[in-house]
Structures are given as C-alpha cells and as structure tokens.
C-alpha cells in the first residue's frame, strides 16, 4: 500500500562537524528501547573517545560484467540520535538514542567514467532492534539514485532515480531482518546475530545497481571460526548472492574483508574489499589543507 513520507524541516548548521564531544548517553532513557545490551568499560572506552574509526579497504568491485579496482571506506562514530525525526541530535537529551553509525562508501571507475557509492546506517548501540534508518546513494556520469529507510511502525521507503522504470516512490514495508544491521551489529556483538533468521531486505546498494525489488529475500544465515577470523556468510538463493564477513573475533571486532558474489553481465564475479589501513581520529576536525597529510595513514 503506497503511503506519502512525512515531510522533515532542514536547517543547514554549518558551524557544526559530523560529530561532537557528549557524554555516554543513557541507553535505557528512551521507552521504547526494551532490555538494552549492557556496554562494556572497553565498548564505552573505544567508541566514546570522541573519536571515529576510519578503515580503508582495497577495493575490487563487480560492474557490468567486469572487475573494477577502487577504494572502499568504513567510518564507524557513535552518536546521539533523535526517535523521532530520525536525524542526528544537536544537543544531548535523555530522550537521544545512542547508535553506532556506519558510512560506507565505494570509489571506482567505470572506464572513461567514475561511480561513487555511499550508505549510511544508524543503528542502535543498544543491539535489540534494528537499524533506525538507512540511506544509500549512487552516483555516476549517466545520473544518480538515492534510497531511504525510515524505521517507525512499519518501514518507510521513499527512493529517487534517474531511470524511467524506478523514477520517484514512496511505500511502506512489513519490518524484516536488515542486511546493513548485520555491519554494526558484529562491530558490537558478533555473537549475538540471530542465526534463525530467514527473510531478509538485502543491501540498498545491491538492489539499486541491480535493479532488484526493495524486499525480503529467503536468506541463510552462518558462521563459523577460521582459525583467528569469524566469517559471517549469508547466502540468497533467489538472487544467486552470496556475502562473506571477515572479522577479527576480539574485541573491537575490526571488519577484516569481505566477498560479495553475484551474476554480473554474462558471468559470475565475486566482489572483494581487503583492509588496508585503519585510523581513530577526529576526522570532522581535520579539514584543513594541512590535514591532507593524514590520508597517506590510510593509504589513500
């Protein structure tokens, strides 16, 4: 059933960077957030520091039938998360969520021309539900996409595109296990993904450069230890996907690669994201011309 998305004010705050020195949040003060995770001295410690983890990963990336090499990032940053409007919080309040937030992005090209993929996701560090909102965005020389996840009573979806075919939408769907949750959640807790699970909305990102239908897909959901590195695996048969999560099984449960295999063109290709380097920096406040020193420390 179609339904129109509430419209949100924006107010541009341009003195303010993507992060702010508060204090840890009580993650029980909202009433909706149920049987919280308890956070360890060396969760608070790592992830309250006032700081982000930044990680590049050398990137191969499956596009039209082709392996393209490029640069993927991960920037994981705790903040304080307003229910209601779904935007980071300005100031703190004990009705603000905590999440650990993820931006993800892909740079790579596409013979004469470049792609750039981005996805955000907000997810709460108190581990019981999932994630607050997703969004992802596509661009490139022919036009860009852009997808929205809300999560209220149902899901809310508003999604724009430069294809005739997919154009401007807005819907609603039944909640369903979320692919991007599985991200944070192993940043917090490897050991707590619902291993049961068996329908899930795969990743925004794969949907748009697919052009698969935002839904929930038959899924089956592992893990298993090799030697030191947990790896995660989700398989959905309907799409013939497969995803593979290599993580460090210690604390602070460092994404080590992934591997992403799909038809692609007229072949099979595995997507693959190697780490290279990873960083804990303030980065909001490194916007100087000076600062560009610091992406050599990720090998960028």
């Not at 965005?137 to 860009?144: N, P």
């Not at 949750?181 to 917090?188: A, C, F, S």
Request: aromatic share 12%.
């Amino acid at each position: 059933m179609l339904k129109s998305l509430r419209l949100i004010p924006f107010f541009a705050l341009l003195t303010l960077g993507c992060n702010q020195d508060y204090n840890l949040p009580n993650s029980t003060s909202d009433g909706s957030i149920k049987n919280p995770q308890e956070l360890s001295e060396a969760f608070k410690s790592y992830w309250y520091a006032g700081e982000a983890e930044l990680t590049s990963y050398k990137l191969s990336q499956a596009r039209y039938g082709e392996l393209r090499e490029g640069t993927a990032m991960m920037v994981f940053v705790t903040e304080p998360f307003l229910p209601e409007v779904q935007v980071k919080a300005d100031e703190q309040k004990d009705s603000n969520i905590s999440v650990l937030k993820l931006n993800a992005t892909k740079t790579f090209n596409t013979g004469i021309y470049p792609y750039s993929i981005m996805t955000s996701t907000f997810y709460p560090v108190a581990n019981n539900q999932s994630a607050l909102k997703v969004s992802t965005s596509v661009q490139e020389w022919c036009g860009h996409v852009y997808t929205q996840l809300n999560n209220r009573n149902s899901y809310e979806i508003t999604s724009h595109s430069y294809f005739q075919g997919e154009a401007d939408q807005n819907f609603t769907l039944d909640k369903s296990a979320l692919e991007h949750d599985l991200w944070t959640q192993l940043r917090i807790d490897p050991t707590t993904l619902n291993l049961d699970t068996k329908r899930m909305i795969p990743s925004l990102e794969y949907l748009r450069l697919k052009h698969k239908d935002l839904k929930a897909y038959n899924v089956d959901l592992s893990q298993n230890q090799l030697q030191d590195t947990l790896v995660t695996v989700l398989k959905y048969p309907e799409l013939n996907r497969t995803l593979k999560i290599h993580q460090d099984p210690n604390f602070p449960f460092e994404i080590l690669s992934w591997f992403e295999t799909y038809p692609d063109g007229n072949t099979t290709l595995t997507t693959k994201a190697i780490k290279m380097k990873r960083l804990k920096s303030p980065y909001w406040k490194k916007n100087a011309n000076k600062h560009e020193v610091l992406r050599d420390s990720l090998g960028l």
